[in-house]
């Protein structure tokens, strides 16, 4: 933007950094927007760095994309998976950046560039993005179908844990507990100089600190391929935000250790019929506008057919009203599924049933439980890419262990771990652990 050195000359500057620690994490988003209120953060044109196992770019699917405009409504309809897109149609996110560990394929690597806004037929948020995360839950439009158009560029990619960097000297390595100690001088000309971003992102275009990230793109057939060892320089992130006003770092501890808890509420028989029962079937290549419409179609009729059965058996799971929807084409595996679940528990959960439906379409879950020294290497992996960025306007993290998406016994851990990362980096932060309901300075 021909104006951003001057927009983020008018921004005002915290003195020491916040960082808000919530639970779910669409709980962080009114702390951005109060910063946006603040003059903080510029309105828009703002990057968003999102550490994560999850995207979390999916739409509330029935919300009105007036809500936007509208914070405190906007606010209560939003969910862990799909709290960032009505920001982007907002107006206030223009770049987002999905950093993800090498368990989490859910969107293809590489850039993405998409228009997001209003579906002129529904008045729904949707996007032109063909990715088959977008086109699983039925979000495709083309683009003269939306209005209010907000472009987006959207960059997937991988973060691999420091250990696996064959071409880091493991001499280099420093622990977490070390790290204070080794970054204090980064620390303080960070903290004294970092207000005026644009400067910051200059020189750090200009110096490009190559010290190793642990960056790659991941290879569609295996995360682990031993074929694609390209590894990505840190340039390319500075690139991205050079062109913002602005950047929000985002973490969710997830992204260190995650679990898939619909495979511990459901039988492997269970959780395979439900595979079944809500699977995408992926397009091919090279589809027509057409083709994808009728595609999204006769996917978003899918998923309405799921939810109309899940929530009559809601009403009543006799014999009668199971049988009636299992004569459903694709729908005969109903009967052992429901057969199961009573054996189980009284009163199946029919609802929660089906929002584990929901998550199985193409891919699971990301579901991996690391080790100390795997969440370890991850630690240092995402300090090194931070020490060559600039400081962020704000931090925000999510726990998600209520919900065990996190594992319970880790969190804790995690989170420290990564505040000692971002003091180590940025000095004295000013933290406010919202989940527990009181605030410390750090």
């Known amino acids: 933007m021909s104006d951003s050195t001057g927009e983020r000359a008018r921004l005002r500057c915290y003195t020491e950094l916040p960082v808000w620690v919530v639970e779910d994490h669409q709980e962080v988003l009114p702390f951005i927007y109060r910063a946006i209120g603040s003059k903080h953060l510029p309105d828009g044109n703002i990057s968003f760095v999102h550490f994560d196992s999850h995207p979390d770019l999916l739409i509330p699917v029935n919300m009105p994309a007036d809500t936007v405009f509208d914070k405190e409504t906007l606010f209560g309809e939003l969910s862990i998976e799909n709290w960032i897109m009505p920001a982007v149609y907002a107006g206030h996110f223009s770049h987002v950046i ?21 579906d002129t037929s529904t008045t729904t948020i949707r996007v032109t993005s063909t990715d088959h995360y977008f086109l699983s839950d039925g979000l495709y439009v083309t683009e003269d179908q939306l209005e209010n158009q907000k472009p987006l560029q959207l960059d997937v990619i991988t973060v691999k844990p420091y250990k696996l960097c064959n071409h880091q000297e493991e001499n280099d390595a420093v622990s977490s507990g070390k790290k204070p100690k080794l970054a204090l001088e980064d620390a303080e000309n960070t903290a004294s100089t970092n207000c005026d971003s644009s400067e910051g992102l200059e020189e750090d275009a200009v110096a490009q600190r190559r010290v190793q990230t642990c960056l790659e793109p991941s290879c569609s057939h295996s995360s682990e391929s031993q074929g694609c060892q390209t590894a990505v320089n840190t340039g390319e992130i500075l690139g991205i935000l050079k062109k913002g006003d602005a950047f929000v770092l985002d973490i969710d501890l997830d992204f260190f250790s995650v679990k898939n808890p619909f495979k ?17 079937k992926k397009p091919g290549t090279n589809l027509t506008e057409e083709e994808l419409v009728d595609c999204v179609d006769t996917r978003i009729h899918q998923l309405e057919d799921l939810e109309a059965t899940f929530a009559d058996l809601c009403d009543g799971d006799d014999e009668e009203t199971v049988q009636k929807w299992a004569s459903n084409p694709g729908m005969e595996s109903l009967v052992p599924l429901v057969q199961s679940l009573k054996k189980r528990m009284d009163v199946p959960d029919y609802e929660m049933v089906h929002q584990a439906g929901l998550t199985c379409d193409y891919s699971e879950l990301p579901h991996h439980i690391s080790t100390e020294q795997e969440i370890e290497s991850l630690i240092q992996s995402v300090y090194y890419l931070l020490k060559n960025l600039p400081k962020p306007t704000l931090v925000t993290i999510a726990r998600s262990s209520l919900d065990d998406y996190c594992p319970s016994e880790q969190v804790d851990t995690i989170q420290e771990k990564v505040l000692n990362v971002l003091r180590s980096l940025y000095g004295t932060l000013d933290v406010h652990l919202v989940y527990s309901a009181e605030s410390s300075p750090s």
Not at 98 to 118: D, M, R, Y
Not at 264 to 280: A, C, G, K, N, V
């Open 264 to 280: 511990e509420m459901f039988t492997q028989e269970e959780y395979t019929i439900l595979q079944e029962l809500y699977q995408f």
């Open 98 to 118: 999905w950093l993800h560990p090498t368990w989490a394929q859910q969107i293809s690597e590489g850039k993405h560039h998409f228009l997001v806004g209003k």
